[in-house]
């Protein structure tokens, strides 16, 4: 036990971590280049917030939170996603006297307790994104166009969106009664899971992953959202698909898409890659502000997982840039090099060189050995010679050419190669 981690979390260990970094900088330029800000809010919240917000029906509360009670008896919850507590702040530091609207990320740790396997995990990270205060269409085709973009600048291909409305406060009720009618009559031929359903919440039986539900619902003339939607979402819908043809984002309507989270109202999507599944999901969720107590505010959003993206791009044969690795690896030959060795070192990293040594005493052989396996630009010697001369050995390990520079000369010289300003 004490040298296992927990099943379904990670260890992210140097090599790979500059994978993620990479990604994390992309998805922080590209939701800069839209003008979103970042958030960051409390890795737990009251449990209460995501039993209301995402819905005591959903897999997500009803089987997967982590909650536990603090020693204070309350009951907390570690987030199993964003859009609740970036909610809740907004609410809480009544974002919404702002003038405008609110465009906020996030890439963070979010937790659920599913089954792992491959791109699922429980503990996860999600980048993401929520937009406060508008209701326009034109909102939800530049949300789901950024959605695209970002996987597209991470490198992912052979993206597709799939794009369905889940209707409103309106037309949900009729929708609900439709349902109830025609699947009664065939209740038991439900799984335990859509009999629940049926009662509660009828149309998460579209998200049943069962194929015998599925059939049923098709044979029993059940009718998808889109065919109940009011003349309000029909015509958002409409504006919608318009304005995702203008800007040139392709996409195909699933009809019976519904999400996994109670929030959403209207338009709701998700992004596939046909060889694995959704890499990323969103909708907008008119509702859920007033219902966790703040004014009447439409918002949209989307949450995709950096986990499920960093394995496909690696599929793909896709790496994200090269980790930066080291500039110079600084050798010395015995200890009257130590002193000039110290303080290059320490010039060179107040420089922006990224800088090392071997520090076992080995012999000069062992140490080019280990800049070669760290894969540095330079080696930097510090040999008898050089300490009486007060210079010091430059090689270029990738062209071979070897320099001598005074000490004086070497920090500039490097940074000046390595593309730093000192
Ligand atoms: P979601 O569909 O539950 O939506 O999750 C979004 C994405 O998170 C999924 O498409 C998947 O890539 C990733 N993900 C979910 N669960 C796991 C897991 N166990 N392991 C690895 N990756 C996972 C939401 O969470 C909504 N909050 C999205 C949203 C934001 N809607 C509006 N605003």
Redesign the pocket.
């Known amino acids: 036990m004490l040298t296992q981690r927990p099943r379904g979390t990670t260890d992210l260990l140097p090599g790979e971590v500059e994978r993620w970094q990479a990604a994390e900088e992309t998805i922080r330029s590209v939701f800069r280049r839209y003008h979103y800000g970042e958030i960051r809010t409390p890795v737990f919240e009251h449990t209460e917030l995501f039993a209301r917000g995402v819905g005591e029906s959903t897999d ?1 509360v009803s089987k997967e939170m982590y909650t536990f009670l603090d020693r204070g008896e309350r009951s907390l919850t570690l987030r ?4 609740a507590g970036v909610v809740r702040a907004y609410v809480e530091n009544k974002l919404y006297g702002n003038p405008g609207l609110t465009k906020l990320y996030y890439i963070e740790a ?1 937790f ?1 307790y ?1 089954k792992p396997q491959k ?4 503990q ?1 990270h ?1 980048y ?3 937009v406060l205060g508008a209701d326009h269409p034109a909102v939800d085709a530049e949300v789901i166009t950024l959605n695209v973009h970002l996987l597209r600048t991470l490198g992912l291909q052979d993206l597709h969106v799939e794009l369905n409305s889940v209707g409103c406060g309106v037309c949900r009720p009729a929708h609900k009664a439709r349902m109830i009618a025609a699947l009664t009559p065939h209740r038991h031929e439900l799984c335990r899971d859509c009999q629940q359903r049926l009662d509660r919440n009828p149309l998460r039986i579209f998200d049943c992953k069962n194929e015998h539900c599925q059939a049923v619902l098709r044979t029993s003339g059940a009718p998808t959202i889109l065919e109940a939607l009011c003349d309000d979402c029909r015509a958002h819908f409409s504006s919608v698909r318009e304005m995702l043809e203008s800007i040139g984002t392709a996409y195909e309507v699933n009809d019976r898409l519904v ?3 109670d929030y ?1 109202t209207r338009t709701a999507w ?1 992004i596939t890659v046909p060889s694995y599944g ?6 907008r ?1 008119n509702g859920l502000v007033a219902m966790i107590g703040g004014p009447e505010t439409p918002g ?6 950096m ?2 993206a960093l394995m496909l791009l690696a599929e793909q044969g896709r790496d994200l840039r090269a980790p930066t690795g080291l500039d110079v690896f600084v050798t010395v030959a015995d200890e009257a090099g130590e002193p000039m060795a110290m303080r290059l070192l320490q010039d060179l990293r107040a420089a922006g060189v990224t800088a090392d040594r071997d520090y076992l005493g080995r012999s000069l052989k062992a140490q080019f050995k280990a800049a070669d396996r760290e894969a540095a630009k330079f080696v930097a010697i510090i040999g008898e010679t050089e300490v009486q001369q007060g210079s010091v050995s430059l090689k270029d390990l990738q062209s071979g050419e070897q320099v001598a520079l005074p000490v004086s000369d070497i920090v500039s010289y490097l940074a000046e190669k390595v593309g730093v300003q000192s």
Do not use: D, N
């Open positions: 997500i199993p996603e964003g859009t979010m659920r599913e791109g699922r995990e429980r996860f999600q993401g994104c929520e999400r996994g989270l959403y998700e959704t890499v990323a999901g969103g909708g969720y949209i959003g989307f949450a995709g997982g986990e499920r």
